[in-house]
């Protein structure tokens, strides 16, 4: 199965107000191998979106490289599969055409695609909603889509942008424990991005939080939350257990840190 290996990229944009140029990105350097979740926090601005789009071939570097299983990456590609926050499904189909459109663009036969769409839907809890439209659907089914359209295509990785923004508290824990039953069943790398600690916390196997101006890795955690998640299903427990809140802690102190060096008074309080 192969690795993704970000190495040395950054990312400058041309900017009119920040002197001409805007590093979003210096020398970033990642490792992510299959059956890695990797969770990237970090104040508003340290360039997680950049570093996600650059994975997904929608922004080429500045300077270094992103490789899949050795190849470069150079643009979009069916061997990463992108959910978005929200507005991202067409709501002119309903489920079913949705998770199967991917594939329809690729030409896979009608039969072959209602099969890889309908056992996608059954994994992320959707297998009686076929012929729902999607404004029929709560923001946490549209997210369930979502995810079952990215799977379509196979990927070897899920990239996620904020994911649960939109979403209620409760609808947020209940599609974080999906997401981790559909990361146990199909092994694929994730890449994550959230403005929550707790939820970094909970979903990763490493968590890489970042920094701004300019946007780097400043540190690099290995958790196992997510697998004690998977054995006793006892989330509450997990995130009042005191190594978590140890963690949470010091994780927050890093970004509040970064905020205030920033000088915004009004941290969101999404911890
Ligand atoms: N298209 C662009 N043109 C110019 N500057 C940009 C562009 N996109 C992002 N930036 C700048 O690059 C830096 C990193 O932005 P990015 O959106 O990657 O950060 P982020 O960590 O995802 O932020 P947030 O948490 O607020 O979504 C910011 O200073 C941002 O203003």
């Known amino acids: 199965m192969a690795n993704l290996s970000i190495r040395n990229v950054s990312v400058t944009y041309p900017s009119q107000m920040m002197g001409g140029a805007v590093t979003a990105l210096k020398d970033v350097n990642l490792e992510i191998a299959p059956g890695d979740f990797v969770v990237a926090l970090g104040a508003s601005g340290c360039g997680k979106t950049t570093l996600l789009s650059v994975i997904a071939g929608f922004l080429t570097p500045t300077e270094g490289e992103v490789l899949l299983g050795g190849d470069p990456v150079i643009g979009p590609g069916a061997d990463r599969g992108v959910v978005f926050q929200k507005h991202a499904l067409l709501p002119w189909l309903n489920v079913i055409d949705n998770t199967e459109f991917g594939l329809k663009l690729r030409g896979v036969p009608k039969n072959k695609r209602f099969e890889i769409a309908a056992r ?32 379509t295509c196979d990927p070897a990785m899920l990239l996620m ?26 092994h694929k790398m994730l890449f994550f991005i959230t403005h929550s600690v707790e939820e970094a916390l909970f979903l990763g196997t490493k968590l890489i939080v970042m920094s701004p101006r300019p946007g780097r890795v400043t540190n690099t955690y290995e958790l196992d939350f997510n697998r004690r998640f998977l054995k006793d299903r006892n989330a509450r427990a997990i995130k009042s257990s005191p190594d978590f809140i140890q963690m949470r802690e010091t994780v927050l102190d890093i970004i509040y840190g970064d905020e205030r060096a920033a000088g915004d008074p009004e941290f969101h309080q999404n911890a």
Do not use: C
Not at 136 to 146: A, I, K, N, T
Not at 161 to 186: C, F, G, K, N, Y
């Open 120 to 151: 996608n839907l059954e994994l992320v809890g959707l297998k009686d909603f076929h012929k729902h439209m999607i404004y029929q659907l709560s923001g946490g089914m549209q997210q369930r889509v979502g995810i079952a359209r990215a799977l």
């Open 161 to 186: 942008d904020e994911p649960m923004a939109a979403l209620d508290a409760l609808s947020r824990e209940t599609i974080q424990e999906l997401l981790l039953d559909v990361w146990q069943h199909t």
